[in-house]
């Protein structure tokens, strides 16, 4: 019958009210079995039915507490990811894409002690037995609570192997009270992304800071953050800056290395940098982080923006062509190129020899109405969009005149962080899409909320472009960047720095480089970011401080480093990009010295 017989209207009792009718039942038995002993006068039998009860009662209480033991013993770990509650302070753990530990809770006491129960006459054998067992007692706060009334906190973020001393000393009146520290395993690596915290569990910059809330969150379940980054591709990124910032004495280094398709962060540097474990020890101009914090006029790099523009308007084509000859007077401000010997210039030939003039020339056929949009759908206009909360906004021009379009077409007269650099240049890149980095590991399949700034036949010629520039054109300036069988391609920017209202000796040097080139817009590719902040002529930088000699070949070794990490090959079969939609053969030239 079901619990409810709708033609009878029975309802079937309960499994609770059928145990407790049983329950009863049974007590019913009992207690007439009692009766009917000592009706029948037979005593004996009935102290051996109440001490049998008696017995089960026991083994029933004793069964149930071993069963809610075992229970909590064998799958407390099951209730704790609905029960646990952390403590306020508590994170959880932050861990690379591949798990390896970036930040962890590790457990740290504050030492207490309460000078009233210290029996009279031991307060100096308390004390010395302290300052023996902790060295590093403070010495005076210990004297004043011995002297003192009142429960006293001695010293704070003890290890448990120091606690263990002092706690093996068996002295009364000292107490400990546990509280998780932030720990940082790995020390100085990716400092500038991990960030830190507070004493008291809240993040003050980087991820810490960023996913502050996902962080605690997870930390009841015992559960971990997976970031975005590659601890791999991390050292290499890191280990390749601080070389190029000691070989070329730079004020600071920086880069970063992105997922084009997804906005993954798989590296992020800066420096100089600290250890999050103490930062107090470094100045604050070392917990900066200036690939998202600090604001550049970037230079030539720029020019991807200006070409991709304009080609993608039909401003121009790619056999269009510029006259080079003579500086551009705006304003009575002349712009320069670099390169001095060229005359006419083609489309292409414009952004492998990094004119000036050139970019110029084709900002102003777009005119600002064009040239606002496209660069406002970069991004370079606002703040990169990441969790990071370090992002900077840029500096822009008040209003774009013609001399403000020339300068921002090769970079100068705006100033934007690296950061929102590496995201405007994703859609160069990935098939035309703009996409936000992120510093969080992507779900399989994730899928980043973008939007289209320019066409995929664009993005592919800009591939082309800055596969030139690397190999096929004799005067491409990034030619050092070049990785053997990688396909490399990238564009440099070498910007003078401006210093008491002009432009000084100083250069801010950058390559943004791209691999694979080849492959369709939709295959693997990554963005690999070096800037150089004030580089120094070296030995065998020709007397030249300009990013083909010193942001390019760096860009270039972490290239050749981190391929295999992200699962790139050598191709060495393939190496040239082919002809470019309608491009002329170009002329005999000379390598660039940019």
Not at 202 to 218: P, R
Not at 494 to 519: L, M
Not at 525 to 542: F, N, Q
Request: aromatic letters at 8%; glycine letters at 10%.
């Amino acid at each position: 019958m079901s619990p409810i017989d709708h033609h009878s209207g029975y309802r079937a009792p309960s499994p609770l009210v059928q145990f407790w009718r049983w329950l009863v039942e049974a007590m019913w038995r009992v207690e007439h079995a009692f009766e009917r002993s000592k009706a029948e006068g037979r005593a004996i039998d009935d102290a051996r039915l109440r001490i049998f009860l008696i017995l089960m009662l026991f083994a029933l209480a004793f069964v149930a507490l071993g069963f809610e033991a075992s229970k909590r013993a064998l799958f407390s770990h099951f209730a704790a990811g609905v029960e646990a509650i952390a403590p306020p302070e508590a994170r959880a753990d932050l861990v690379d894409r591949n798990g390896e530990l970036l930040a962890t809770d590790t457990p740290r006491y504050d030492l207490y002690l309460d000078p009233r129960d210290i029996s009279p006459g031991h307060e100096q054998e308390t004390r010395d037995e302290l300052v023996e067992a902790l060295p590093r007692m403070p010495v005076d706060r210990l004297d004043k609570t011995l002297k003192g009334g009142r429960r006293t906190l001695l010293i704070g973020g003890l290890s448990r192997q120091e606690r263990d001393l002092v706690h093996d000393l068996g002295r009364p009146g000292v107490e400990f009270q546990e509280s998780p520290k932030r720990t940082y395993p790995l020390g100085t690596t990716a400092a500038h992304l991990i960030g830190f915290t507070d004493t008291g569990g809240h993040g003050l910059s980087g991820a810490e800071k960023a996913l502050d809330a996902d962080i605690h969150g997870a930390a009841a379940g015992g559960g971990a953050i997976p970031l975005s980054i590659d601890l791999r591709v991390q050292a290499a990124l890191q280990d390749e800056l601080q070389k190029a910032a000691a070989k070329f004495q730079t004020v600071s280094a920086m880069g970063v290395v992105v997922d084009v398709h997804t906005g993954e962060i798989l590296a992020l540097s800066s420096w100089p940098d600290f250890d999050p474990n103490d930062p107090g020890r470094s100045p604050m101009s070392a917990q900066i982080n200036q690939v998202a914090q600090s604001r550049y006029e970037l230079g030539s790099v720029f020019k991807a923006f200006t070409l991709a523009m304009a080609l993608d308007t039909g401003v121009v084509n790619m056999n269009s062509t510029f006259d080079v000859h003579t500086p551009l007077e705006l304003g009575g401000r002349p712009i320069h190129d670099f390169d001095k010997g060229d005359t006419t210039l083609a489309t292409w030939q414009v952004f492998t020899h990094s004119s000036n003039i050139g970019a110029a020339k084709i900002a102003l056929s777009a005119g600002a109405d064009r040239m606002t949009r496209y660069f406002k759908a970069y991004g370079l206009f606002n703040t990169a969009p990441s969790e990071l909360t370090e992002s900077t906004r840029p500096l822009l021009p008040r209003q774009f005149s013609d001399q403000t379009m020339a300068q921002v077409a090769f970079g100068q007269g705006i100033a934007v962080s690296p950061l929102a650099l590496a995201t405007g240049y994703t859609s160069l890149m990935n098939g035309g899409l703009y996409t936000p980095l992120t510093i969080k590991k992507a779900p399989p399949g994730f899928k980043p909320v973008t939007r289209r700034v320019i066409s995929e036949q664009t993005s592919a010629t800009m591939l082309q472009l800055m596969r030139m520039n690397v190999h096929d054109d004799p005067k491409g300036s990034g030619h050092k960047a070049d990785a053997l069988g990688l396909r490399v391609g990238g564009k440099t920017g070498s910007a003078q720095k401006p210093e008491n209202g002009h432009y000084g000796k100083n250069n801010v040097s950058s390559f943004v480089a791209v691999f694979p080139t080849d492959g369709g817009v939709t295959g693997p590719r990554y963005l690999v970011m070096v800037t150089l902040d004030s580089p120094h002529v070296t030995k065998d930088s020709a007397g030249f401080i300009t990013a083909g000699w010193n942001a390019a070949p760096t860009a270039g070794a972490v290239i050749d480093r981190i391929a295999p990490f992200v699962g790139v090959s050598r191709n060495m079969a393939t190496v040239a990009p082919g002809p470019l939609p309608g491009q002329t053969a170009p002329p005999a030239a000379t390598v660039s010295t940019q």
